[in-house]
């Protein structure tokens, strides 16, 4: 199955609500941590007290941790644009992630386009995407499986642009799970380890550079993310 992304209002939406929310919530939450700790500092607390406090202290860091990443998330900060070498871009985030995918025993392969022109991005932002898209692979590709990265030129609704396609031979995505993937906090992953916040940054970041992501999914054999991003400047 496969769903297409381009611009979507809903998102926009929930990031606001998300904004203020987390925004209420880490007043209280500091006050929660301060004296949590507080009453840790003291030295006449019985052990199972000081366990069941720990743990509130614990959690409640995890709390934050989400606030956090929600803010960051909801932060949609302003591009800064260079000339880049996509194929070069692409190169960099691989590796990073070659020592993890050495690690999984999944071989991370990248074949790049040779004929591309320099584009507008944002490098930090750019990268951010690419290596969320890299590390959701690993996670959902077991040992001996595959992940390929490819460029070509490609051009959507007659606009000139790349396409960085990221295809993985993992578990797949069931097809109810396929529209939700790009909300905020929508995880399959084990609590603690996804926040549920990857593809909703990285589909930010790449409708502000005019570009798109699609997806491409069959349960049991694999996935792969397509991203789009135009040639010409990109406004914000
Ligand atoms: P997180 O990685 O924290 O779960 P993301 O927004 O990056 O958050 O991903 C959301 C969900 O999309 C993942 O939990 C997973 O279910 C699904 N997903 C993303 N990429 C892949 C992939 N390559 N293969 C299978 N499932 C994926």
């Known amino acids: 199955s496969e769903i297409r992304l381009i611009q979507s209002e809903k998102q926009a939406s ?31 607390l019985p052990g199972e007290v000081r366990s069941d406090l720990e743990t509130v202290a614990s959690q409640t860091e995890r709390v934050r941790k989400i606030v956090k990443s929600l803010l960051d998330f909801s932060r949609q900060s ?71 990265i490819q460029t070509k030129r490609a051009s959507l609704e007659n606009a000139n642009g790349v396409e960085i396609k990221i295809s993985d031979t993992g578990t797949g995505i069931a097809s109810e799970h396929m529209d939700k993937l790009f909300d905020p906090f929508f995880t399959t992953k084990e609590v603690g380890k996804g926040t549920g916040l990857g593809l909703a940054v990285s589909a930010g970041i790449i409708q502000r550079h005019g570009g798109s992501i699609s997806v491409n999914s069959t349960l049991g054999e694999g996935t792969a993310f397509t991203i789009w991003l135009p040639m010409a400047d990109n406004p914000e």
């Not at 990031?15 to 880490?26: P, Q, R, S, T, Y």
């Not at 750019?126 to 390929?148: E, F, H, Y």
């Open 14 to 44: 929930v990031g606001k609500l998300a904004a203020g929310v987390a925004h209420e919530i880490n007043n209280p939450l500091t006050a929660v941590l301060t004296f949590t700790h507080m009453i840790l500092r003291r030295t006449d």
């Open 78 to 148: 302003a591009l800064t644009p260079e000339s880049l070498d996509v194929n070069g871009l692409i190169q960099e985030s691989v590796k990073l992630l070659e020592n993890q995918a050495l690690i999984k025993g999944v071989s991370l392969s990248f074949r790049g386009d040779d004929n591309l022109p320099l584009f507008t991005l944002d490098h930090n932002q750019c990268q951010s995407v690419l290596i969320n898209m890299i590390i959701n692979a690993l996670d959902a590709t077991p040992s001996g499986g595959k992940i390929s």
